[in-house]
């Protein structure tokens, strides 16, 4: 791990000194899931309400540039200019490197089906099921850390050895006892733990980018 990521955190607490107690917590998340998108991984985000459009916007930070540029891979380039050499320029220019994230909230016709059929309260299970492999991350957001969709999803990924970085608010609730960490925003106060959650996950986000494009 490069020196300058881990110092994103110190900028972010630096800015917001009341998560000086998240310091160890971030700087664990940080390295967690660097090492899941340095052995190919992926990271895995989920919510309910405003966690929800946490989950997506985190996505949108890593899969395409954010903070720095992000140049193609000479082998994606190589290729390109091999098989499509018409388009390779056009690749080149506007393509960006991409952290893997995907979120389990924006699949409206699964989610809707398989609480239809099944259970709603596992809807993201049954996706965390289908789509997590051994080495992937789940980020389970859960301001209160009980929400029950979230707990589920955290449950299967422990069964099937996908490794759990939860962010939560002060008490961490139940999903801090299965973590493998947890970021707990200091607030009790569900729309303060949110605005703690925003500068947290960008500051995870940005440390990423710098890691493997800075």
């Known amino acids: 791990m490069k020196n300058s990521t881990f110092k994103k955190i110190d900028a972010l607490i630096e800015r917001y000194p009341a998560l000086e107690i998240c310091r160890e917590s971030l700087n664990a998340a940080v390295e967690k899931i660097c090492e899941s998108f340095r052995t190919g991984n992926k990271l895995i985000t989920c919510g309910n309400g405003g966690s929800a459009a946490d989950a997506l916007h985190i996505v949108g930070e890593l899969m395409k540039g954010f903070i720095l540029p992000r140049k193609l891979d000479s082998n994606f380039v190589a290729r390109a200019e091999k098989l499509f050499p018409n388009d390779a320029d056009y690749f080149k220019a506007n393509l960006q490197g991409a952290l893997p994230a995907i979120s389990l909230v924006g699949e409206t016709a699964l989610a809707t ?50 490794e759990i970085i939860a962010l939560t608010g002060k008490r961490g609730g139940k999903l801090k006892n299965i973590a493998d960490i947890t970021i707990c925003a200091p607030s009790d106060e569900t729309y303060k733990i949110q605005e703690f959650h925003l500068p947290i996950y960008h500051a995870i986000c940005i440390a990423a980018e710098n890691e493997f494009f800075g």
């Open 113 to 162: 089906a398989f609480a239809n059929d099944k259970a709603a309260d596992l809807s993201f299970a049954q996706q965390l099921f289908g789509l997590g492999k051994r080495g992937d991350i789940l980020l389970a957001i859960s301001t209160s850390g009980n929400s029950a969709n979230v707990l589920y999803a955290a449950e299967v990924a422990k069964i099937i050895g996908v």
